[in-house]
């Protein structure tokens, strides 16, 4: 009878050979089924994060700057006149100022159209002055409002995404 070889890693008996593979497969196993999605380790769920100050004055802003625009596609311009298209223009304006202050820097170029477009449309309603002049320019609106309701969209869609709002 030969004599086994004795195992110098451990106290000579099979458990030491087998210990630190089996040691590196437990602690693998654990690292690996820490990293799940929506897992913290211990078996509990993730919380959710708290949205910072920033995305929740950008979504409470955007939120409100898309009910303006749905409000200014909505206005009867034969019911409410110019002046309530212009008054319709402001509200849309002045929550697109709150939502670049809160956000601006963070949305670029949509940002920069929907201004832009915004603008144009400002300009077209000075031109207007009484109903000769409205009959003149109402293509013109026409066409401004349908490029305030798309940049819109587009802006909104942008923020919303930017900010994970909902």
């Not at 009878?1 to 089996?22: D, F, K, Q």
């Not at 031109?127 to 490029?147: F, H, M, W």
């Amino acid at each position: 009878m030969t004599p086994r070889p004795r195992n110098t890693r451990g106290s000579g008996s099979r458990l030491g050979a087998v210990w630190p593979p089996m040691a590196m497969l437990l602690l693998l196993a654990v690292l690996v089924g820490g990293c799940s999605p929506g897992s913290t380790g211990g078996g509990q769920t993730a919380a959710t994060p708290t949205p910072s100050p920033t995305a929740t004055n950008a979504c409470a802003d955007v939120a409100a700057l898309e009910a303006s625009i749905n409000s200014l596609g909505q206005v009867d311009v034969a019911k409410v006149g110019t002046e309530g298209l212009k008054t319709a223009v402001q509200d849309v304006r002045a929550k697109l100022k709150a939502l670049a202050d809160s956000a601006g820097s963070q949305l670029g170029p949509e940002l920069a159209q929907f201004q832009s477009v915004l603008g144009a449309l400002g300009s077209t309603l000075s031109g207007v002055t009484d109903t000769s002049s409205l009959k003149a320019a109402l293509p013109a609106i026409r066409q401004n409002l349908t490029e305030v309701r798309t940049t819109g969209q587009t802006l909104v869609a942008q923020t919303k995404s930017t900010f994970s709002c909902p």
